[in-house]
């Protein structure tokens, strides 16, 4: 992806590590550095292990007009809306038009300095400026967190529905009425040989076990599992019943 995370004047070498290892947790490799008050690679990938192929390319820079000056698309980041009319989005809303830009041109997004982040002469070479939401009393964002929280917005929007979830090693599919009906059955039996059902009617419960169950979708492992539960205290009672009574 034709799109370089521009780090602007940072403070902290601990929240470049910060922000190269978000980075690499969403895919992104290009990095640019402008007058950092520190840079020590080194130290670097030891807080971000495992993040050299960024760390050895980065790009550093005396200005901010030497990070952008192949940009076609630049974004700039601020922690709240200011006075001054801007065209103004969140990251969710701006992520797909970031990554549209980024297929036909270089693409930019800058993070000012911790301290007071981008300066308004910063923020006029933008074409779009990001707010991330965050509550009024407190909007200030770590610089490895904004990074992050917009790297994963593009992530998102690159990788739309084909993102699969990790699924369990015994993940199977949904189980089958029968299968189910074998659950309920066997937990009926469980239950009445323990006399639950002295004081309770069984349909009623059963009806509430249904219910409950069908608030989610049991795999068939799980079903199975539930059935063997209700046929273990079953079993287990009648053995002993047998001990109780050798006549039986």
Not at 52 to 59: F, L, R, S
Request: aromatic share 6%; with cysteine.
């Amino acid at each position: 992806m034709n799109l370089t995370v521009v780090l602007h004047e940072p403070q902290d070498l601990v929240n470049i590590a910060a922000a190269v290892r978000a980075m690499a947790n969403m895919g992104l490799a290009r990095l640019a550095v402008v007058r950092p008050r520190e840079f020590d690679a080194w130290r670097i990938t030891g807080i971000a292990h495992r993040t050299d192929h960024i760390v050895d390319a980065v790009t550093r820079v005396d200005s901010l007009d030497e990070a952008l000056a192949e940009a076609t698309f630049v974004v700039g980041t601020s922690a709240r809306a200011r006075t001054a009319q801007r065209n103004y989005s969140r990251p969710r809303d701006l992520a797909p038009h970031i990554l549209r830009h980024a297929r036909d041109g270089a693409v930019a997004i800058v993070f000012g300095r911790e301290d007071r982040g981008l300066s308004n002469d910063a923020l006029d070479r933008c074409h779009e400026v990001m707010v991330i939401p965050t509550t009024p009393e407190y909007s200030s964002l770590n610089l490895g967190q904004a990074v992050l929280l917009v790297a994963y917005e593009l992530f998102l929007a690159g990788v739309g529905d084909t993102g699969a979830l990790p699924v369990g090693k015994r993940s199977l599919g949904p189980a089958t009425a029968e299968e189910l009906e074998e659950m309920y059955a066997a937990l009926e039996a469980g239950l009445e040989r323990i006399d639950f059902f002295k004081a309770r009617k069984a349909e009623s419960v059963m009806r509430t076990l249904r219910t409950a169950f069908g608030r989610t979708t049991l795999d068939a492992h799980e079903a199975r599992l539930l059935a063997s539960i209700g046929y273990q205290v079953r079993n287990r009672f009648d053995r002993i019943t047998r001990n109780e009574d050798p006549t039986s």
